[in-house]
Antibody, heavy 118, light 107 residues
Framework: EVQLVESGGGLVQPGRSLRLSCAAS????????MHWVRQAPGKGLEWVSG????????GYADSVKGRFTISRDNAKNSLYLQMNSLRAEDTALYYC???????????WGQGTLVTVSS | EIVLTQSPATLSLSPGERATLSCRAS??????LAWYQQKPGQAPRLLIY???NRATGIPARFSGSGSGTDFTLTISSLEPEDFAVYYC?????????FGQGTKLEIK
């Protein structure tokens, strides 16, 4: 059974940093690209960042480019998101998602909540 | 960035009826279009990928069609558990975007 478990969310002040983690199990982690998708309270889905299976390629939404960094450790079956210079508009539930080898996300975690507020 | 526009924003139907949801892209996305269902307090669930392929475990009443810029998700006969928010999503190189969602509510 595929499982994605996010952690690391919490309340943080504007301008500070936070690192999210996603622990993956139930599939061959280093075969697939992985992503972070967020959802602000009461809003729709926003893709944040993605990373290829071997970390050779990454992508970022314009809204986080230059502030967030995605990484992975295939030996630990883990995905990370380093978030710097956080803003109030980064407040959201952050989901870890597995790419299905194509162009969509076939498994999602339950999310970790990030709240940016003073 | 490719923008996806979903319509209608809200769709009010009764169980047993047919639902037709639309997603229009600001430029061609070929067939790289997926559909998700999200219920309150839950993570999104993949329904359709590459425009017309049902994901694992998705009932046959869900179908997707379209290519280029115009796509449709059809639910042939609504079940009570189908009332939720539906999102489309596209991929273009390392840029992924979602539509704003269609809320399917019980009439």
């Amino acid at each position: 059974e595929v499982q994605l478990v996010e952690s690391g969310g919490g309340l943080v002040q504007p301008g500070r940093s936070l690192r999210l983690s996603c622990a993956a199990s139930g599939f061959t982690f280093d075969d697939y690209a992985m992503h972070w998708v967020r959802q602000a309270p009461g809003k729709g889905l926003e893709w944040v960042s993605g990373i290829s299976w071997n970390s050779g390629s990454t992508g970022y939404a314009d809204s986080v480019k230059g502030r967030f960094t995605i990484s992975r450790d295939n030996a630990k079956n883990s995905l990370y998101l380093q978030m710097n210079s956080l803003r109030a508009e980064d407040t959201a539930l952050y989901y870890c998602a597995k790419e299905n080898g194509g162009n969509s996300f076939d498994y999602w975690g339950q999310g970790t909540l990030v709240t940016v507020s003073s | 960035e490719i923008v996806l526009t979903q319509s209608p924003a809200t769709l009010s139907l009764s169980p047993g009826e047919r639902a037709t949801l639309s997603c229009r892209a600001s430029q061609s996305v070929s067939s790289y279009l997926a559909w998700y269902q999200q219920k309150p307090g839950q993570a999104p669930r993949l329904l359709i990928y590459d425009a017309s392929n049902r994901a694992t475990g998705i009932p046959a009443r869900f179908s997707g069609s379209g290519s280029g810029t115009d796509f449709t998700l059809t639910i042939s006969s609504l079940e009570p558990e189908d009332f939720a928010v539906y999102y489309c999503q596209q991929r273009s190189n390392w840029s992924y975007t979602f539509g704003q969602g269609t809320k399917l509510e019980i009439k």
